[in-house]
């Protein structure tokens, strides 16, 4: 399975032919997002999560993927701030893919239980808007994710001004742990060694 980091927090997964996009944006730190997909999910109704108008839809495609959707809430009190948020469990060539949208607080023991054992968690580490780097090693460590890739953080001119640098959640870390990829994209297998990965953004 591939994983393609498109910035922020929009990954586009492909099995064979078939390529999921999670999470396009509409941004004004970042370049005019403009891809294209068979799926579009989005975590969420914000309008750095839910730019769908960016994803230009193919047809005819037969959908590799199962999909769960996992609620949760976008802060840490019960959605009264910012409301819902839906961490999405993708599933496809016997690989399970979490992407944790905005997630705002520690989850519960259900919760954790519906993404325990992934093969790969995308994780929003920046604070401020979501959980932050300590929280988000938790949440890593509680769900026994294999490969963690951090995501929602500021980086060189990139993203929200108001969240950390993804270098706070990386500090929390062995660097024996930590591959930074020259590139934006990884080939997901059961051989992909344990860790942290990060993609590097090409505009």
């Not at 026994?144 to 995501?151: D, F, G, K, N």
């Amino acid at each position: 399975m591939e994983i393609i980091w498109l910035g922020h927090a929009c990954f586009a997964l492909e099995s064979g032919d078939y390529r999921v996009v999670l999470d396009p944006y509409a941004l004004e730190h970042y370049p005019v997002l403009h891809t294209q997909g068979d799926l579009v999910l989005c975590s969420h109704g914000h309008f750095d999560h839910n730019h769908t108008q960016a994803v230009v839809l193919r047809q005819g495609r037969e959908c590799p993927f199962t999909v769960e959707r996992v609620e949760t809430f976008h802060d840490d009190a019960q959605g009264n701030l910012r409301g819902k948020n839906t961490m999405h469990v993708l599933r496809a060539e016997g690989l399970t893919v979490v992407h944790a949208g905005d997630l705002g607080h520690f989850p519960d023991t259900a919760q954790l239980a519906a993404i325990r054992g992934c093969d790969a968690l995308l994780l929003p580490v920046g604070g401020y808007y979501t959980i932050d780097a300590q929280t988000a090693k938790r949440v890593a460590d509680a769900a026994l994710a294999r490969v963690v890739v951090p995501m929602h953080y500021r980086h060189g001119a990139y993203g929200l001004r108001e969240v950390a640098a993804v270098e706070e959640f990386l500090r929390l870390y062995d660097p024996s742990q930590v591959r930074t990829l020259p590139d934006n994209r990884f080939t997901l297998t059961a051989d992909t060694p344990c860790g942290v990965v990060v993609p590097r953004f090409v505009p």
